[in-house]
């Protein structure tokens, strides 16, 4: 029996699930190895089917996503967060470091269904067995999660920097020429991908789970980076998952002043 196999979305910008069309070379091999019974833009999404595993992109943000992805949590065996808004909260998250009068306005209050709730990963609130993260993901890392299922192999996170893919395929250190790079502190599995095409990695894929947190600090400092710019840095992408950063800056005095809300995360206001 091939497996049951769910893509689903909630708010997000759908790059993820792009990252899945747009392997061209395997997509039509992908779709052969499972029984796949929802893809938005492809096949009708419907959440009451029952499923062994379901791939969620996007993040909670008001009452209609939080509502389907309870009824797909209970509808399915395994559930996937697929990207960085579902694993991390990423950019839309990112609010919760700001004043609510910056963004008050565009909060839509007409419709319960439809009402604001805090910007939140989905493990937040549901249980999440396994992560592909990434901004977008890596699309050949989303086949191979596939094929790992299809022949009954545990898909195993990519845990090392992603300095030893940058070293690997060759790259000059960023941090060396004095740009603000989270490679070493931010979980590899991407090939590199940024560094590759020159750009400093922002940490998309989320912390190691060794990283040295003081050390990145410093070393961001020692190359002029005052602490708003790394503060800033750090937690555009992952801040929600990275509390021990708001507590060190805290801690050295960078944040001005502090307070304690949504599930005891804290958040800093300039």
Not at 119 to 139: E, M, Q, R
């Given at each position: 029996?091939?497996?049951?196999?769910?893509?689903?979305?909630?708010?997000?910008?759908?790059?993820?699930?792009?990252?899945?069309?747009?392997?061209?070379?395997?997509?039509?091999?992908?779709?052969?190895?499972?029984?796949?019974?929802?893809?938005?833009?492809?096949?009708?999404?419907?959440?009451?089917?029952?499923?062994?595993?379901?791939?969620?992109?996007?993040?909670?943000?008001?009452?209609?996503?939080?509502?389907?992805?309870?009824?797909?949590?209970?509808?399915?065996?395994?559930?996937?967060?697929?990207?960085?808004?579902?694993?991390?909260?990423?950019?839309?998250?990112?609010?919760?470091?700001?004043?609510?009068?910056?963004?008050?306005?565009l909060i839509y209050k007409k419709q319960k269904r439809l009402q604001d709730l805090k910007?939140?990963?989905?493990?937040?609130?549901?249980?999440?067995?396994?992560?592909?993260?990434?901004?977008?993901?890596?699309?050949k890392e989303i086949v191979n999660f596939v094929k790992n299922l299809v022949i009954g192999?545990?898909?195993?996170p990519f845990e090392s920097p992603v300095c030893v893919e940058c070293r690997q395929n060759?790259?000059?250190?960023?941090?060396?020429?004095?740009?603000?790079?989270?490679?070493?502190?931010?979980?590899?599995?991407?090939?590199?991908?940024?560094?590759?095409?020159?750009?400093?990695?922002?940490?998309?894929?989320?912390?190691?789970?060794?990283?040295?947190?003081?050390?990145?600090?410093?070393?961001?400092?020692?190359?002029?980076?005052?602490?708003?710019?790394?503060?800033?840095?750090?937690?555009?992408?992952?801040?929600?998952?990275?509390?021990?950063?708001?507590?060190?800056?805290?801690?050295?005095?960078?944040?001005?002043?502090?307070?304690?809300?949504?599930?005891?995360?804290?958040?800093?206001?300039?």
């Open positions: 029996m091939k497996l049951k196999v769910g893509f689903y979305g909630i708010t997000g910008c759908a790059g993820c699930l792009l990252s899945v069309i747009f392997n061209e070379d395997e997509i039509l091999d992908l779709v052969d190895l499972v029984d796949l019974k929802a893809f938005p833009f492809v096949k009708e999404v419907n959440i009451d089917e029952k499923f062994d595993y379901v791939f969620m992109e996007g993040l909670v943000a008001d009452n209609d996503d939080l509502k389907t992805l309870k009824k797909l949590r209970k509808n399915s065996k395994f559930l996937v967060s697929l990207g960085a808004c579902a694993s991390t909260g990423c950019v839309p998250a990112y609010r919760q470091y700001t004043l609510k009068e910056n963004y008050e306005h910007a939140s990963p989905i493990d937040d609130h549901v249980k999440v067995d396994y992560y592909i993260p990434g901004c977008p993901p890596d699309k192999k545990e898909p195993k060759g790259n000059q250190c960023l941090l060396d020429l004095g740009k603000p790079c989270l490679g070493p502190i931010t979980a590899g599995g991407c090939d590199a991908v940024c560094i590759n095409g020159k750009f400093e990695c922002w940490g998309c894929r989320g912390p190691t789970k060794d990283m040295n947190l003081d050390l990145m600090i410093k070393m961001l400092r020692d190359r002029g980076f005052d602490d708003k710019f790394i503060q800033d840095r750090m937690r555009t992408f992952v801040g929600l998952k990275m509390p021990m950063i708001e507590e060190y800056m805290c801690s050295t005095g960078t944040a001005n002043r502090l307070k304690t809300s949504f599930k005891g995360k804290k958040e800093y206001f300039e």
